[in-house]
């Protein structure tokens, strides 16, 4: 007798013991339609949705329940000109023995318009390329605009809100205005997102997730000063690492690297660096010769040459962190050039 009740509770604690027809709660939670569209036809409103596996669908209309039926579209005719109808769509699915019922889809909304209807539907985007770069601890913003067809352009649509749905990653998320920021855990790869009109009408944006610290190459060349190409050029993979370490590894701070009298490193702050970092410091500061400055915001290599003409010329290369922008790095410095990425070129000449 002892050796049977053992069992019967061993089972329960392990949940394997059935108790009555209960269905455990991990097993219940089944997916709703994630693409729901609505479509003006004629003189009906259109919905469908995609097809989920051994499902049946319940399709809600202004909060009440409408239809159920197997297929992945419904035709409703029971509307009016120019009223707004919204729709939901929940999965049902039979799970051990019972009729189990998702939670309802996203809301979608359209009107049944015609020629003198003054506001339509949404029919296409504006303003949102298909696909965006980012840096692995960076953040972007992608703006979508919902617009209406091309036939009805002068129109207003009766609804402009953009909603962000995020297909599952690791590598960054989206709010709902559209913000963009990586998950800061140095990974790289493809993200993608969908923008989603008011009616269900979606456009793929992908978003590469890349470390910029080493970017695959360099533009605008014509705008970089021969006196300072070699730091893309013969010393790029050095001042690669060292960007890629003051960005991930040490992090951002406020130093600057030059060669003392004595043509040893100098540095402006004392803290302990990579050996490796710093032996690539010294080999570009002695042999360029160069002054490196690091900021919280970005990396300046900074070459100044004197002129017989009582000037002085200096050419930049300069790197903005991920979280850094443009105007940031172009507020103290003006007139930065894009090479890459957060990489820019600089040139100006000053009298002494």
């Excluded at 992608?142 to 009766?158: C, D, E, T, Y």
Aim: proline letters at 3%; hydrophobic letters at 35%; one cysteine or more.
């Amino acid at each position: 007798m002892k050796r049977v009740l053992v069992i019967i509770v061993s089972l329960i604690i392990l949940g394997t013991m059935p108790v009555g027809d209960t269905v455990a709660e991990e097993q219940i939670s089944i997916e709703p339609p994630q693409y729901v569209r609505v479509i003006n036809k004629s003189k009906k409103l259109v919905v469908k949705w995609n097809k989920i596996p051994n499902a049946t669908y319940i399709v809600y209309k202004n909060g009440k329940k409408l239809k159920t039926l197997k297929s992945t579209k419904l035709s409703d005719k029971k509307v009016k000109l120019n009223k707004t109808y919204k729709y939901k769509v929940a999965t049902c699915q039979t799970i051990g023995g019972k009729n189990v019922e998702s939670k309802k889809s996203f809301q979608v909304s359209a009107r049944l318009v015609n020629k003198k209807s003054k506001k339509v539907n949404a029919s296409k985007f504006s303003k949102v390329k298909a696909v965006y770069s980012m840096g692995i601890n960076g953040q972007i913003t992608i703006k979508a605009n919902a617009k209406a067809s091309k036939k009805n352009k002068k129109k207003k649509l009766f609804d402009k809100k953009i909603r962000w749905l995020q297909t599952p990653n690791d590598l960054a998320t989206i709010s709902n205005k559209g913000v963009v920021t990586a998950n800061n855990n140095l990974k790289t790869g493809k993200v993608v997102f969908y923008a989603i009109a008011h009616n269900g009408m979606k456009k793929k944006v992908t978003v590469n997730v890349t470390n910029q610290a080493y970017p695959s190459s360099y533009k605008n060349l014509y705008g970089v000063e021969e006196e300072i190409k070699p730091i893309i050029t013969t010393y790029k993979k050095e001042i690669q690492d060292i960007v890629n370490y003051f960005e991930f590894i040490k992090g951002p701070m406020d130093i600057s690297f030059d060669i003392d009298d004595e043509g040893n490193l100098k540095q402006s702050v004392e803290t302990e660096l990579d050996s490796k970092i710093k032996d690539e410091l010294y080999n570009i500061v002695h042999n360029m010769p160069v002054t490196i400055t690091v900021t919280k915001k970005y990396i300046r290599v900074e070459r100044v040459d004197k002129t017989v003409y009582k000037t002085e010329r200096v050419n930049a290369i300069v790197y903005g962190f991920a979280r850094s922008t443009y105007s940031q790095c172009n507020n103290e410095y003006g007139g930065l050039i894009e090479i890459a990425p957060h990489w820019y070129t600089q040139f100006y000449e000053y009298y002494v």
